[in-house]
């Protein structure tokens, strides 16, 4: 009987799951300015990209192969891609969904110990993991098919199918993810105690992640600059997009289907290639996800490190130190937060100052390449350096043990704030050095920008530290780790993003505008240097009198840190 798919149990762990985000939607669970920050993202890059390509389309469907026009064929190999993308996209999001809450969840505990069938709890995860991706679907859908409707005025087809693709496309991603998690788990495991290989990979592949963002970047800036990018689509791109969209499957017959094109092999196509993905997922599920069961309640497999002798650190302070460094380096989510997205920060200034220098100098004829590299140091080290802000945190109850220990409050704090400052040092050294390297500021301005940036950091992570000590929250997993941005992250990044706007961005447009009206305008380069000099300095005072302020009598009657 437990290897059927009981449906009353599945409603009762539905209706658990729906408990369970009410509690997290209750007073004082839910991060408001987190979630508010998010639509404001997700709403900002949908109208960016719904204007940018109805633009590209309209480029796209003049694009002429063998001399002849066919714009049919150019918008069927624009919507394969984008769903190709889409896809892939929607895949590896449910993929590591799946992992999580079928291989990592905490209630596995509970389950295996309860007349829970793996089948059951797979299908209850599945329709939970279904309606997340069924948001994705449903903005990224609406965004590439209402904006290639307007373009080139589709009827009523169209738009139902898009309607029914939306809720259909869930499923065909679900059903890859359900199939690639257990090899995502095993990698996962694989590189879990090798902290040093997974730095590497992550990294990799998250400056791979920026390098297509730049080429990204590129087509935006030659759209905006009104280029002529037609030359680029020559005959050898064409057919090679031509062949590739051949393989794109199951994309390839997802576009067929909304353009009325073979209706009949592409539907057959679809139905048969979600079937036996999910055919095969049930059958790898009922094999595998039992053994994790039983492992949970057992307890998880243990890794083995070689003994190493005991040393002296030198001092207490180092020993704090190094207990930020091993927290940090052997979890594998604070990597990727920490180290891995500041040591790609120089990437990130950089592919953004090389398409923003040439679109500002183009439009308006203004060389504010200072301004320009101010605004972007800022504005990353604000998202880079938000790992501060589970400074207190991130300790759990580890916390009240520091605090038992023979070591000053002042010590403890310090060892904070030198650790994240030696991590943004680094990034912001990088970032200057390759601002010098590839010219678009003076050695003497790169260094100048290296200081802004370091101090702008000191505030951030005196101010994030503090507000983290008063609005502390531990974790309820077993090793601490927080595994959900709470509301002090979000107030952290949208107080940094909105210091780099309001001072680097305000320089940057006075800048221009001062261009503009000023034929002598180039005389007035040093307003910059003194405004951003005073006001990050002031920010910084301000920002470490806040740290200090009363922060032994506190730190010694500290009994906070709520559960998240």
Not at 216 to 232: E, M, N, P, Q, T
Request: hydrophobic residues 55%.
């Amino acid at each position: 009987m437990r290897d059927k798919i009981d449906f009353s149990l599945v409603g009762a762990l539905l209706r658990k799951q729906r408990q369970e985000r009410r509690y997290v939607f209750s007073k004082g669970h839910f991060d408001v300015l987190g979630f508010l920050l998010q639509i404001a993202l997700i709403a900002t890059f949908a109208a960016f990209f719904v204007v940018f390509f109805g633009r590209f389309i309209d480029i796209y469907l003049t694009i002429k192969t063998h001399s002849l026009p066919d714009a049919p064929q150019r918008l069927y190999e624009l919507l394969t891609i984008a769903y190709m993308l889409i896809i892939v996209f929607m895949t590896v999001s449910g993929m590591t969904a799946i992992t999580r809450e079928m291989f990592l969840a905490d209630d596995l505990k509970l389950f295996s110990a309860m007349p829970v069938g793996a089948k059951t709890l797979f299908v209850a995860k599945l329709i939970s993991i279904y309606r997340s991706q069924f948001v994705y679907s449903f903005v990224a859908l609406l965004a590439v098919n209402l904006t290639a409707a307007i373009a080139t005025g589709q009827g009523a087809w169209f738009y139902c199918m898009t309607v029914l693709m939306i809720f259909l496309l869930p499923v065909i991603t679900i059903a890859f993810a359900s199939i690639l998690a257990l090899p995502f788990y095993a990698i996962r495991r694989f590189l879990q105690s090798r902290f040093v290989l997974m730095f590497i990979v992550v990294t990799l592949l998250t400056a791979g992640a920026f390098v297509l963002y730049s080429f990204v970047l590129g087509a935006v800036k030659d759209l905006l600059l009104g280029d002529d990018i037609r030359y680029f689509f020559n005959e050898g791109v064409m057919n090679g997009i031509r062949t590739a969209c051949q393989y794109f499957f199951p994309a390839n017959w997802i576009a067929s289907f909304v353009l009325k094109h073979e209706l009949v092999w592409s539907i057959t196509g679809i139905v048969l290639v979600t079937a036996a993905c999910a055919v095969v997922a049930m059958l790898i599920i009922r094999s595998i996800l039992t053994r994790v069961l039983q492992a949970r309640i057992s307890g998880d497999e243990n890794f083995m490190y070689p003994e190493q002798d005991v040393t002296p650190l030198g001092s207490s302070f180092t020993a704090l130190l190094r207990k930020e460094f091993v927290q940090i380096f052997r979890t594998p989510s604070y990597m990727f937060s920490y180290f891995s997205i500041a040591v790609l920060m120089p990437l990130m200034v950089y592919f953004c100052i090389d398409v923003g220098s040439s679109l500002v100098k183009t439009l308006v004829g203004v060389n504010v390449d200072l301004e320009l590299a101010l605004f972007l140091t800022l504005l990353f080290s604000a998202l880079t350096n938000v790992f501060c802000a589970t400074n207190i945190s991130r300790e759990g109850p580890m916390f009240y043990s520091v605090k038992a220990l023979p070591v000053s409050c002042e010590r403890v704090f310090l060892s904070k704030i030198f650790f994240c400052m030696i991590v943004s040092i680094i990034s912001q050294v990088i970032s200057a050095v390759v601002l010098g390297a590839t010219g678009y500021v003076s050695w003497g301005v790169a260094a100048f920008i290296f200081a802004i940036g370091t101090v702008f950091s000191f505030a951030q992570i005196c101010f994030a530290t503090r507000y983290d000590f008063n609005h502390a929250r531990f974790s309820s997993e077993e090793d601490g780790e927080i595994k959900e941005s709470g509301s002090t992250v979000s107030t952290i990044i949208v107080l940094g993003m909105l210091f780099a706007f309001l001072i680097g961005g305000v320089v940057l447009i006075a800048r221009i505008l001062l261009a503009l009206r000023l034929d002598e305008a180039a005389s007035f380069g040093y307003l910059t240097y003194i405004i951003v000099s005073v006001i990050t300095v002031v920010v910084a005072v301000l920002s470490f009198v806040y740290l200090i302020a009363n922060i032994k009598k506190k730190y010694y009657e500290f009994s906070g840190g709520g559960l998240m």
